[in-house]
């Protein structure tokens, strides 16, 4: 029995919402480097200061208590532009401001300049670098470019990655006979059905964020496996449970089926035929990529 018809067979069954299955702090110093620039410092006018309120999302700087809470703020003011390149970052200003600790400041910003958005150094102080200095892989600035000004060049920009990522991940899983994970991924579409047919979005969503995870890693391609965090957050950008789909349906499941079952099969071509006809469902993909020819 193929995947679409088992899964749709059981549609009908309930299931559960779920799915089982040291810094140098000092680099930061509170007394500011000699000339360092306080000509137009960053305005916090307005600023959400009670940071239990931010952090609503969960992605890598989530759920650390006040220092990830720290830099989902700061990390959204930069990309949003509030905080403009070259503007100077005065770590005491900033505690001062959101109410926390000297060490909280310092280990966030030393989070920030990982990331590429900030740069401290002697005599100049903290400073706030360029989007050309950015790691926009990093799955946390994915998230704020989606949920700020730049959100539809950042969501266009992952839809174009994603078709080329993932129908190669399909076509290179097919050769890798991974029982384990191909039923895991047959599971997946199997609960994608059932949350498909009890109107539950969220685990609906959370199966197909698995199920494209699980293919990546079933290629066996390291550096491929690597940016499946760039595919988990395309997932999760516009707002609420999103899919490989615009939105749950048959068709979606359909596709997803197929996959499944193409890899299965060891069939590589039709595996990889199947994800792009998956990823042109959604219409953003759809403007930027001709709908693959049948052969």
Known sequence: MSTLAHTMMTAARSVESGLGAPGDLDRYSYTEAPGADRVAPPAWEGVETDLGRVGRRATGSRGRGLHGQLVQQLGQMIVSGDLGAD????????GQRFEVSRTVVRESLRVLEAKGLVSARPNVGTRVRPVSDWNLLDPDIIEWRAYGPQRDDQRRELNELRWTIEPLAARLAAGHGRED??????????IMGHAYAQGDALTFSRADTEFHSLLIQLAGNRMLEHLSGIVAAALQVSGGPVTACDRPGEACLAHHARIA???????AHGAETAMRQLLTVHPE???VVPAPREH
Do not use: S, T, W, Y
């Open 87 to 94: 503007r100077p970052l005065v770590p005491e200003e900033i």
């Open 181 to 190: 994970v191909q039923q895991r991924l047959a599971d997946m579409v199997e």
């Open 261 to 267: 079952d193409a890899l299965a099969a060891g069939d």
């Open 285 to 287: 993909v759809e403007r």
